[in-house]
Structures are given as C-alpha cells and as structure tokens.
C-alpha cells in the first residue's frame, strides 16, 4: 500500500479519464469536476480500457416522466456498454459479480508532496502544482 | 477451466506469445463518403448527384435504429479524424497488431448489392472493390477482401466475381441475407455457381440494410428486435438453400454465416432432419439430411458471442455444433467486438481453441 502520484490535475479534462500505471496495474483515472476517482482500467467483461469510457451521471427515476440526473457518476465501457460506479466499482447490470476494483484518490498541492509519503515514479512534483494522488 | 460467472478483474498478468489469428469479420469504411468517388464511372457520380442512391429501406442516410455509442466502439475513432476504421494505420494500431492478426476478411458493408436501380448497384459494388484493393488489401497483406456483388441481378454478379478471376486479395464473396427472394431460389444460382468455380465461400453477413424489412411480420420497434433478427435472417438464407438443393447441386460450395449468432444451429439441424425424414419426398433436390449440408458445406462466426447466464452451457453448444464449424470474428469497429483473449469464458481445449481462432478459417479460406 502506497500512495502514488499520477499525474497533474489539469492533464485531465472534466468527464474525461486518463490511464496510468501503478506498480504493475492499469489503472483509469477519471476528472469528476469537483473530485477525481480511479478504477481498475480492465473491463472485466471482455477487456475493454474503462479509461475511453462517457463519465455520465446516474439518472434515476420514481415514475414515467419524473426522473433527475443523480450525484452519482459512472463510467460506461466504451465497447459493450457495461457501467461501473466509480466509488463503489460495481456495475449497475450485475453489482455483486461484476465489478472492478476502486482506488481511494485525492489531491495534492506540489508543496506538501516533498516531504512524502508520497511515491513519484515518473517525473518531477512542482512545489506550485496540484496533483492527483492514488492508493495502491 | 472455471465454470463460475465470477467476472472479478484479477491483477493483470504478463501476455503469453500469442498465437496468430484469423479475424472473420472486420468493417472498414470511407474516410468520407466522397472517398467512392473515383472508383465511380462519371456516369454514375452524376446519376448520384441528381438522383441519390435509393435503396427499400426507410430513413435515407441514417440507420433505422439509434444504436449504442452510433453502433461504434467509443474507443474507435482514429486520432487523425474520420469514422472508426476508416484509417488503416489505427487499424493496424489497435487490433492488427496487438491481436496478432494473421489475416483480417473484411466486409466492406454497402449499400450496392440493395440499391433498386440495379445498374447503379452493380457499380457501387465494383467502386467498392477497388476501393477495397486500393486502400487495404494493396497496402497490408494481411487484410483479405470480400467481392460485392449486385445480388439480385445474378448476371452482373458473375460479370463482377469475374472480373477478380485468380486475384487472392479477394478470398470470399460477400452475399447481404435480407435477398429479393430466399437465397436458395434458382434466382441466385449462377452467382453459386460461379462461387464454387472460383473457390470462394459466400460470406453472409448480417445487415440493416437489405431488399425489405427486418422481420417476416415487417419493420420491428427497437434496436435489439433488429440485433436478434440477424439469427432468423441467417436462418431462412440456410434453410432456403438447403432445401432448394443448392448444396446438392454445388456440393463445393461453402457458405459462412457472419453476425448472424450460431447457438440456434444445433436445434435447427434436429428440426430440419426431423422434418425432412417425415416428407423428404416435398423436397427430393434435397437427397441427404439437412445436417448433412450443414456439416459439409456450412461455417460460422462466432461474434457477437451467445452469453448464457451459466457460461459452462456454452460447451453443449459447442459439442453439439462440432469443432470445426466457428471462425473467430471481432466485427471491429462496432460496439459489440470480442476480444479473443476474454471472448471464451468456457474451457476449450487447445486444439479447439486454435481452430477457432485461427486454423478453421485457414482451411475454409484455403489461405496460407
């Protein structure tokens, strides 16, 4: 267990994700606006990269014609359509068997990451950046 | 192997030396629509021009369907602009040479062989052609071409299967099963003949488009009616050309069902059988039992992938289909690809799985 710096927030676009790698996983980053959330990148339906997927919010509905776009977000699978909730990681098809793994993700100023405990493995933290910060 | 539906990522492994394989079912298409153009006669691109290309189905320029993802993989696009595999450098990318694909067969899907003016189809389907040879087959060997052919005038089919006489870029014809009249009606018999002559199976791969409606009883509602209609679409060009005594006649005949699912095979051969014991004497062009056909004569693909609730009920499927009867498919770029490494959930034993994915299709082709 570590905590990993992956990137600079501003690499990544809101709705969008990014794939990084962390001590041997491919793991799909994603902007959320106000938060960032990571997830095994793999699909566990047929392998897909999660990474490419539409970040959309959870609609839910009481009733024909009363329905509201919920804070919940998932990630759709960009081949078959399969979608995973990105805290949870469970799919809304079959939550209890299909799933992938979610990362606890935070943000980080520069400043703060010289001293650790924090792991920067491919390049350089600069102190007036923000970055994004997963644990593996 | 596993007969759990535990779906679980485990944590990634290193990728084994992967065998080659044999893709039965890859799209490419226009950059543009424009991109036709010059492998039109002037007289046709202005017949385009002023009169369009009018095919039976409704909605002109659009599918009849709104689609997941535009019926696309999301992650398909090519970075340079375009549709999805419309550039052969991101196709190469990102499944030519991560799957190892051995050869890819092409199905360059099109509106030419269900055009109604019949002259103006017959064209397209050459364009088509020679656009294929142009942009993919010239330019990577391992892309495989299919020969379209405007099917419902069985006389300008030959003239173009002709044309290609002894070029092996071209290693199938492609047949759109949603025909005029069942495939199996004398209608279609010179373009199986001269399949048979020239050695190239018929591949018939499902489509949205065709000569009517996506179901016997007419246009179907939603999507996923028309995904399904695909098997039953499959299965009168079948059962038609069984019947009718095509595979009798053509007995070199081979023709493979793309897209169009294959679990319903094994029932349909116990029904077929069943029924052709009980009056044979309706039907005496057909001489053997129905399954017999099938066994000599006909093969599948195996995308989109039947997913039953308890995968293991897959491995009936397969024992009661045989070995040697599925190709691998990806149908990329479309939304419902499968991935060879993830696409059997069931155990296969080496040898069925090599056959699958590779050897089946080497030897139906006659490629290598």
């Given at each position: ?13 809101i ?15 994603f902007?959320?606006?106000d938060?960032?959330a ?10 897909a ?52 793994k979610?990362?606890d ?5 520069g ?11 491919t ?5 007036d ?6 644990e593996? | 192997?596993t ?32 991109e ?5 006669p002037?007289?046709?691109r ?17 599918l ?8 696309m ?5 090519p ?10 450098a ?5 499944i ?21 003016n ?12 020679d ?25 300008a ?31 279609y ?30 246009w ?18 079948l ?8 595979f ?32 044979k ?13 099938v ?7 195996t995308?989109?992938m ?20 599925l190709?691998?498919?990806t ?13 059997f ?13 590779r ?5 139906v082709y006659?490629?290598?």
């Amino acid at each position: 267990m570590g905590k990993h710096v992956v990137c600079r927030v501003d690499e990544i676009d809101i709705k969008m994700g990014k794939l990084v790698h962390v001590e041997g996983r491919d793991i799909a980053v994603f902007n959320l606006g106000d938060r960032f959330a990571a997830v095994s990148n793999k699909c566990p339906h047929e392998g897909a990269d999660l990474c490419a997927g539409k970040v959309f919010g959870f609609p839910e509905a009481d009733g024909p014609g009363c329905y509201r776009v919920s804070d919940r977000l998932m990630v759709r699978c960009p081949w078959h359509g399969w979608e995973f909730d990105l805290e949870t990681g469970r799919s809304y098809v079959d939550p209890n068997r299909v799933r992938v793994k979610p990362f606890d993700v935070s943000v980080s100023d520069g400043a703060g990451l010289a001293e650790g405990p924090y792991q920067v493995e491919t390049f350089e933290v600069e102190t007036d950046g923000k970055y994004v910060i997963v644990e593996v | 192997m596993t007969d759990t539906t535990e779906l679980v990522r485990e944590p990634q492994s290193k990728p084994e030396q992967k065998l080659g394989l044999v893709d039965c079912d890859i799209h490419p298409a226009l950059s543009t629509p424009g991109e036709l153009g010059p492998f039109l006669p002037l007289r046709w691109r202005e017949h385009v021009r002023e009169f369009g290309m009018r095919s039976p189905n409704p909605l002109m320029g659009a599918l009849p369907y709104a689609r997941i993802g535009h019926g696309m993989r999301r992650d398909s696009y090519p970075p340079e602009g375009g549709p999805p595999a419309s550039s052969l450098a991101f196709m190469q990318e990102q499944i030519l040479d991560p799957l190892n694909i051995e050869y890819g067969l092409l199905h360059a899907l099109n509106a030419g062989p269900s055009v109604m003016n019949l002259e103006l189809g017959a064209a397209v389907c050459a364009a088509m052609n020679d656009w294929q040879i142009d942009k993919w087959c010239s330019k990577d060997a391992r892309l495989k071409g299919g020969i379209s052919v405007p099917q419902e005038d069985a006389e300008a089919s030959v003239k173009e299967i002709e044309r290609w006489t002894g070029d092996d870029r071209f290693v199938q014809l492609a047949i759109v099963p949603k025909s005029l009249e069942p495939l199996g009606r004398k209608r279609y018999w010179p373009i199986w003949e001269a399949a048979e002559a020239h050695s190239l199976p018929v591949g018939m791969h499902s489509a949205a488009y065709g000569t009517h409606a996506n179901t016997g009883a007419g246009w179907a509602s939603f999507y996923f009616e028309e995904h399904y209609s695909f098997a039953h679409t499959a299965q009168t060009a079948l059962i038609s050309m069984i019947f009718e005594g095509v595979f009798e006649r053509f007995p070199k005949l081979k023709l493979v069902l793309v897209e169009g699912g294959f679990a319903w095979l094994a029932p349909l051969m116990w029904r077929m059988d069943r029924e052709w014991e009980l009056r044979k004497g309706e039907v005496p062009m057909c001489k053997r039992k129905p399954s017999d056909y099938v066994r000599s004569n006909v093969w599948l693909t195996t995308q989109p992938m039947e997913e039953p609730t308890k995968v293991k009920n897959i491995a009936h499927v397969l024992k009661w289909l045989g070995p040697d009867k599925l190709m691998f498919s990806t149908d990329y770029p479309h939304w419902d690809f499968d991935h060879p490494d993830r696409v059997f959930k069931v155990g296969l034993s080496p040898e069925e799985k090599q056959g699958i994915l590779r050897d089946n299709a080497i030897s139906v082709y006659g490629l290598n």
